[in-house]
């Protein structure tokens, strides 16, 4: 039932009139191998001492203690007492030889007997236990097969290891060389001619510089509101020389930042390229209502042959600016081949729809919120055939003695589809080299920081409906290369449903109505 590690001596008392000895116990560790309540295993614990000490003073030779309802087995070890409480329908033969085996355990995992000892290697000993007993049953086995037990590690758990300290160690050193680089660089900086007009003024100094956006990173704001704003800093008197220079050295890192940056693959756009991509973003919604059908793509596909699932979501949503147009209905153009589940909002009149293909309210008198996107009709498309695929990548990495040949090919399945700004990832082994392009059809980019190599096509459409990357790398083996992210967008929809028309629900005249299409790819990949 209970095992024990107990600290036990003596202790003398003194009173007034008379002084006297009494015993007391400390438990190191315990082992319950059935479920018992803590007020039951305290009680069992406190009533060991004295049943002890009563039965040393009937100067009995036995190490063993009945009750009305347990049995106590205990063996003196150095300073310690290790007792086992049984029932008392258990065979004392049996038990005897569990407690000494107990014993034995004891000092293969602990160098001294003694509480601190135990104490610290109190997980070890817990787990020797519990291959002795289980559920309360003894088990069959020795000392040495206890330790085999205990000892047992798993090859994988050795693996990860493994291979989570090469990777940390791998880090470590190219934060060490970035750090170099970083430092290279600010002396490079620091050597370079100093321009003469700076102890003139601040204005000629700074007027060189260009503000930049780094994407992923905030800028300096006090640094940007001088760059940006030279004229504000040109009028002003002439300042001390040692300022000038610290400015100017400020400046030069500043480059050397945007430097390093470059050269580890992140995009460095200036205040004019992200207000432009600002407008281009806000330029989309142009009419009073405003249809925008849309599905996000999620693709896995194994390297081997063979698709794991493709999944398409897709919607078609309202925008409405004006409150003359809140009551309309607007009818879709459903060409889908592919047999995907549509499902309207429920608002909306289901048998409009189904009949004719017509959005359109319930209730005629509750009009469309303004000012707000709508979803009216959503659809979903899942498959697991590759006849479905759009778009489909082939990855042969073929291992040499000087690292590693990679040869991506890719085919546009659909050519009635326009892929745009098409972005493939492909992984690199960690710690290696740029690799050595052989041959590219579109642009290429390998960024250090993330350790990938980046393989970007404006367009695919059916006039290069095919393509390959073909490189090398000094290291690595066949699964570094994976997986492989895609990203693409397209003007095209998967399920092809889009708006045909849009008109008033009172009068069913036609309404002007701008119309985005677009698919997206939430999750494709090469496993």
Not at 88 to 97: G, H, P, T, V
Not at 257 to 270: A, C, N, P, T, W
Request: net charge negative.
């Amino acid at each position: 039932l209970l095992l024990y590690v107990l600290k036990m001596g003596n202790q003398f008392l003194v009173s007034q009139e008379w002084s006297y000895k009494c015993m007391f116990l400390l438990a190191l560790l315990s082992r319950q191998f059935v479920e018992m309540t803590r007020s039951r295993v305290e009680g069992l614990l406190s009533a060991f001492p004295k049943l002890l000490n009563a039965d040393k003073n009937e100067s009995r030779q036995h190490t063993f203690i009945e009750t009305e309802s347990v049995r106590y087995v205990y063996q003196p070890l150095d300073q310690l007492y290790v007792f086992l409480i049984t029932t008392k329908a258990s065979n004392i033969l049996e038990d005897l030889e569990t407690l000494r085996l107990f014993a034995r355990v004891i000092p293969e995992y602990c160098r001294s007997c003694d509480e601190k000892e135990v104490m610290e290697r109190a997980f070890d000993l817990v787990f020797a236990f519990d291959e002795i007993v289980a559920l309360g049953y003894r088990e069959n086995v020795n000392l040495s097969q206890i330790r085999t037990y205990v000892d047992m590690d798993s090859h994988d758990e050795r693996v990860y290891y493994q291979i989570k300290k090469s990777q940390e160690e791998e880090a470590k050193k190219l934060a060490k060389d970035k750090a170099r680089e970083l430092t290279r660089a600010k002396l490079e900086a620091g050597k370079r001619p100093r321009d003469h007009g700076m102890y003139t003024g601040f204005g000629p100094q700074i007027s060189k510089v260009e503000p930049a956006a780094v994407k992923e990173r905030d800028s300096d704001s006090s640094l940007m509101t001088k760059y940006s704003n030279p004229s504000k800093y040109a009028n002003k008197p002439p300042a001390e020389s040692g300022k000038a220079m610290k400015l100017s050295a400020k400046a030069c890192d500043a480059d050397a930042f945007v430097d390093q940056l470059k050269s580890e693959g992140l995009e460095i756009l200036s205040n004019g390229q992200l207000k432009d991509q600002n407008n281009d973003a806000q330029a989309v919604k142009t009419e009073d209502v405003h249809v925008k059908c849309e599905e996000k793509l999620s693709v896995a596909v194994k390297r081997d042959g063979g698709m794991e699932n493709l999944d398409v979501h897709g919607q078609l949503s309202l925008y409405i600016k004006n409150e003359a147009f809140a009551r309309i209905m607007v009818k879709v153009a459903n060409n889908d081949k592919s047999g995907a589940q549509l499902q309207t909002h429920p608002n909306l009149d289901k048998k409009a729809f189904a009949s004719n293909g017509l959005l359109t309210l319930k209730n005629v008198g509750k009009p469309f919120p303004v000012n707000t996107e709508v979803s009216v009709l959503k659809w979903r498309f899942q498959s697991q055939d590759e006849a479905y695929l759009p778009f489909s990548l082939n990855c042969w990495p073929s291992e040499s003695a000087d690292g590693c040949e990679v040869n991506i090919e890719y085919t546009l399945e659909d050519e009635n589809m326009q892929l745009e700004d098409v972005l493939i990832t492909i992984p690199l082994p960690s710690g290696s080299p740029a690799p050595v392009i052989v041959e590219c059809d579109g642009e290429y980019k390998h960024v250090r920081m993330h350790n990938c190599l980046e393989w970007r096509l404006p367009l695919i459409d059916y006039t290069n409906k095919q393509g390959c990357l073909e490189f090398t790398t000094k290291m690595g083996h066949v699964d570094h290369f994976f997986p492989i992210k895609i990203q693409f967008s397209s003007k095209q929809l998967f399920c092809n449903i889009t708006a045909e028309q849009v008109s008033l629900a009172d009068d069913n005249n036609p309404v002007k109505f701008s119309q985005e299409i677009k698919l997206i790819t939430e999750k494709y990949i090469v496993v």
